[in-house]
Every structure is written in structure tokens, then in C-alpha cells.
């Protein structure tokens, strides 16, 4: 039997971990385990991040995500780095995909391991054809996914949301130098910078969404130029990040 069958598609465990496959220099391996198969239509399963053994990197977080002072740190490889569940299912002759939850453990912020992840996993949809990404977005993840090209499945929040931003930049003592009509995707608000004054040591337009945005219904297109460019930029920014973090990252990770 096929270690993954749903729809039309079926994939042996070799395969799933060739396609989940990363050089992050932290990850040893993204790990599919199968919960739930309801007759090839729908299948839950959990994702589970195995550390690599040896590796320094700099901790600038405690685990619950409040700054500390930065310590240079080496995993045993015995870490919980973290742990989410996914969904799929059929509709409509199409496989959906959801990004159900994932628990990060917060020490390892800013280390470019949930943006490996999201690289690994967006090859696994597509080998499965999945065109189409939904999310519920909450907490950190208000901001990361905007950065990671998922859109508001609502658009029209956009316009309550850029008000909501112009009184949160006021009350920092800035000024919006945008339209609210320019704010049109969750990308707008996360890679906003107001003329590159930082709020707390975060470009503003990420403060705001960490302090004030709500948690948000999220779509990606894996098909879609603008989600994928804008995916694109953020990870080439986290990695081009990590040499200075992890002792031997190489200057650009292929994260393939």
C-alpha cells in the first residue's frame, strides 16, 4: 500500500521525503506522519522538524519568545523544534490543502526554519497538483504568512485595516505616507516601512500587525506570480540573514 493516497495520487514513504527534503543546516528532516486517511479524500497528517546534531546557532529567544541576551548554543539533535498538522482533501475533482496548525518552539525564531519548511511543503503540494492553500492565521502568524504570499480571503478588510495602521502609526509618533487604497494584500501591511523608522526594532508595518491585526482567513495560489515573488522575497531576506546566526550557514541557502 502507498505510504500517501489521496485522490488519484499515490507516493511511497521514500518519495514523501525526497519531497520534504531541505539543507537548512539546523534540520536533519521534515517528517510526514499519517493521522487520519478517509478512503483516499481526505487525509490529516502531522509534520514534525528532526534537529540536526552539532550545530551552533545563536539563541536570541526564550521558548516562550520573550529577547534574551544572545547565546551561542549546539543542538543534541533530542530538540522540539516544532510540530504542526496539515489537511487535504478532495473537492471537486481538486485536492485542497490547509495549514492547520504548527506549534514552533520560539528559542529557534528567526532562524529561517519555518521558511525552509514552507519551501518543502509547497513542493509537496505541488507534486500532489495542489493549486490552492488555505489557512487560518493567528498570533505570529498574522505576519508570517502575509510574508509568506498567503492573501485576506476577505479583501475587503483591507480598507479597515489601512485606517487601523494610519492611528497606529500616528500614535508612534509617524506619519502613513500612503493611499489607504494602496493597501490591497496582507503583503502590503506586512512589508510596510514608514520611511525606515523602526517601532520597536521592527519595521512598522510589522509592529502593526504583531500589535493590532486580528487573526485572519488566509488563501495561497501556488500558481499565482505575485504570491509566489512575494514568498520569494521574504525567504531570500531570512536566509541571506542566517551566516551570522548559524556557524557554517552558507551565504545562500538553495533550501531546495
Known amino acids: 500500500m502507498a505510504f500517501l493516497e489521496i485522490g488519484d495520487h499515490r507516493l511511497n514513504e521514500y518519495e514523501v521525503s525526497e519531497l520534504l527534503a531541505t539543507d537548512h543546516p539546523m534540520v536533519e ?16 497528517f502531522a509534520l514534525v522538524i528532526v534537529p540536526r546534531k552539532g550545530v551552533r546557532y545563536l539563541q536570541q529567544r526564550d521558548g516562550w519568545g520573550d529577547r ?21 482533501w478532495v473537492e471537486m475533482d481538486e485536492i485542497v490543502a490547509s495549514n492547520d496548525t504548527f506549534f514552533p518552539n520560539q528559542e529557534f525564531n528567526d532562524l529561517g526554519i519555518g521558511s525552509a519548511l514552507y519551501v518543502s511543503m509547497e513542493r509537496f503540494y505541488r507534486r500532489l497538483g495542489i493549486r490552492r492553500v488555505t489557512l487560518l492565521a493567528v498570533d505570529v502568524g ?5 510574508r509568506q504570499g498567503f492573501a485576506f480571503q476577505r479583501p475587503d478588510r483591507c ?8 492611528v497606529f502609526l500616528d500614535e508612534e509618533g509617524l506619519e502613513l505616507d500612503r493611499d489607504f487604497n494602496e493597501f490591497t494584500r496582507s503583503w502590503d501591511f506586512a512589508n510596510y516601512d514608514a520611511s525606515g523608522r523602526p517601532v520597536d526594532g521592527y519595521r512598522a508595518g510589522k509592529a502593526f500587525m504583531l500589535k493590532r ?22 525567504r531570500a531576506e531570512t536566509f541571506s540573514r542566517l551566516p551570522g546566526k548559524i556557524e557554517g550557514a552558507p551565504g545562500t541557502l538553495a533550501v531546495r
Open 29 to 44: 528532516a521534515f517528517r510526514f506522519e499519517p493521522q487520519h486517511n478517509q478512503g483516499g479524500r481526505s487525509l490529516h
Open 68 to 88: 534574551i541576551e544572545p547565546e551561542w548554543k549546539t543542538l543534541t539533535g533530542r530538540e522540539q523544534v516544532g510540530r504542526g498538522n496539515r489537511h487535504m
Open 142 to 146: 498574522v505576519y508570517v504568512w502575509a
Open 159 to 166: 480598507r479597515e485595516l489601512a485606517r487601523s495602521l494610519g
Open 213 to 234: 491585526a486580528p487573526g485572519w482567513s488566509g488563501v495561497r495560489y501556488l500558481d499565482d506570480e505575485e504570491m509566489v515573488a512575494v514568498a520569494e522575497a521574504s
